[in-house]
T-cell receptor, first 112, second 119 residues
Framework: RKEVEQDPGPFNVPEGATVAFNCTYSNSASQSFFWYRQDCRKEPKLLMSVYSSGNEDGRFTAQLNRASQYISLLIRDSKLSDSATYLCVVNGRNTGFQKLVFGTGTRLLVSP | GAVVSQHPSWVICKSGTSVKIECRSLDFQATTMFWYRQFPKQSLMLMATSNEGSKATYEQGVEKDKFLINHASLTLSTLTVTSAHPEDSSFYIC???????????????FGDGTRLSIL
C-alpha cells in the first residue's frame, strides 16, 4: 500500500465550479500535512498546510481528519489558472519533520 | 523569500555520459538538501538526503555509486548521475530546508528541476 494515496483524476470542471480532492495516508505517526500544486514540467509549489482545525486561504479550504487519516482540499469558484496537479504531502515515517512523502497527485482541468 | 536555484534546467546527452546537477540555496544556509526524481505521471520520489559535511543518506533502491551526492558547503549540493542510460531519463528536483528559521508552513523550498534526457 502506498504511503499517500490520491485519485489521479483528471477532474474536468467548468469555471466557477467547486471541486474537492481527497487523500489518505497510511502512517498514523505523520505530523505534518500539506497540499502542493505542480504545473506541467515545473517544480511543486506549496499551496497550503493542513491542520486538524481546518484552514482556509481565499478560495481554498483544507481539512485533516487524523482518526480516518484523511486529508481534503476544496476549491471554490474555480479559475482557469487553477488547472494543475495537486499533490498531497505528508512527513515520512520515523523521520521527524524533514522527509516528505508525496502522493501521485490529482489532476484538475478547469474549462471555460 | 527563500530561493533555491537548480542548474541546468534541461540536459540532453548520450548514453554513458555523466551528468552533474547543482542545487544552491540563494539566501539561506541549508545543512540538509533533498534530491527527488519524478517519472511521467508519477509522484516525486525521494532519492537521497544530502547532509553538509557528511555522507548522503540514500533511500532504499537508489544506487549510491550511480547517483553521487556532494554537499560541500551550506549552500551547494550536487548530484552526479554517472554513466547515465536512457532509463535514467527523468525530472530531477532538489529542495532545501531553512534550518535556521524552521518555518513550519514552508517545509522545503524546491528548485526549478532538471529535465534529463539520455539518448
Amino acid at each position: 500500500r502506498k504511503e499517500v494515496e490520491q485519485d489521479p483524476g483528471p477532474f474536468n470542471v467548468p469555471e466557477g465550479a467547486t471541486v474537492a480532492f481527497n487523500c489518505t495516508y497510511s502512517n498514523s505517526a505523520s505530523q505534518s500535512f500539506f497540499w502542493y500544486r505542480q504545473d506541467c514540467r515545473k517544480e511543486p509549489k506549496l499551496l497550503m498546510s493542513v491542520y486538524s482545525s481546518g484552514n482556509e486561504d481565499g478560495r481554498f479550504t483544507a481539512q485533516l481528519n487524523r482518526a480516518s487519516q484523511y486529508i481534503s482540499l476544496l476549491i471554490r469558484d474555480s479559475k482557469l489558472s487553477d488547472s494543475a496537479t495537486y499533490l498531497c504531502v505528508v512527513n515520512g515515517r520515523n523521520t521527524g519533520f524533514q522527509k516528505l512523502v508525496f502522493g501521485t497527485g490529482t489532476r484538475l482541468l478547469v474549462s471555460p | 523569500g527563500a530561493v533555491v536555484s537548480q542548474h541546468p534546467s534541461w540536459v540532453i546527452c548520450k548514453s554513458g555520459t555523466s551528468v552533474k546537477i547543482e542545487c544552491r540555496s540563494l539566501d539561506f544556509q541549508a545543512t540538509t538538501m533533498f534530491w527527488y526524481r519524478q517519472f511521467p505521471k508519477q509522484s516525486l520520489m525521494l532519492m537521497a538526503t544530502s547532509n553538509e559535511g557528511s555522507k548522503a543518506t540514500y533511500e532504499q533502491g537508489v544506487e549510491k555509486d550511480k547517483f553521487l551526492i556532494n554537499h560541500a558547503s551550506l549552500t551547494l549540493s550536487t548530484l552526479t548521475v554517472t554513466s547515465a542510460h536512457p532509463e535514467d531519463s527523468s525530472f530531477y528536483i532538489c529542495s532545501a530546508r531553512d534550518n535556521l528559521r524552521q518555518i513550519s508552513n514552508q517545509p522545503q523550498h524546491f528548485g526549478d528541476g532538471t529535465r534529463l534526457s539520455i539518448l
